[in-house]
């Protein structure tokens, strides 16, 4: 079992910056990639950024690139996702997950999931 907690949402103004930080802990040594999602009221969750175990692979969804960041610190077993030039339209509860075998962003591929954090960007 791996156990996942976010941190670091907020309110903050269109055009701020946030960083979320997901701590894993458990069976951690079987994990193939993290992901951050995100789901706004009444939408489905979606992907946001994947990293791979190594670091080696990343990936954003269209709507994010070149504004977030996603990295990992190993020997923490830390990711972070920072967020740049935030918008109205980024308003969301954020999950931290992790999957044994994907790095896509298909929720149903993903074993483990965080309680999320919420992030509201005023207009």
């Known amino acids: 079992q791996v156990q996942l907690v976010e941190s670091g949402g907020g309110l903050v103004q269109t055009g701020g910056s946030l960083r979320l930080s997901c701590v894993a802990s458990?069976?951690?040594?079987?994990?193939?990639?993290m992901g951050w999602f995100r789901q706004a009221p009444g939408k489905e969750r979606e992907g946001v950024s994947v990293?791979?175990?190594?670091?080696?692979?990343?990936n954003y969804a269209d709507s994010v690139k070149g504004r977030f960041t996603i990295s990992k610190d190993n020997a923490k077993n830390m990711v972070y996702l920072q967020m740049n030039s935030l918008k109205p339209e980024d308003t969301a509860v954020y999950y931290c997950?992790?999957?044994?075998?994907?790095?896509?962003?298909?929720?149903?591929?993903?074993?483990?999931w965080g309680q999320g954090t919420q992030v509201t960007v005023s207009s």
């Open positions: 997950a992790a999957s044994l075998s994907t790095t896509g962003f298909d929720p149903d591929g993903y074993d483990y």
């Open positions: 990293i791979s175990s190594s670091s080696s692979f990343t």
């Open positions: 458990g069976s951690t040594y079987g994990i193939n990639s």
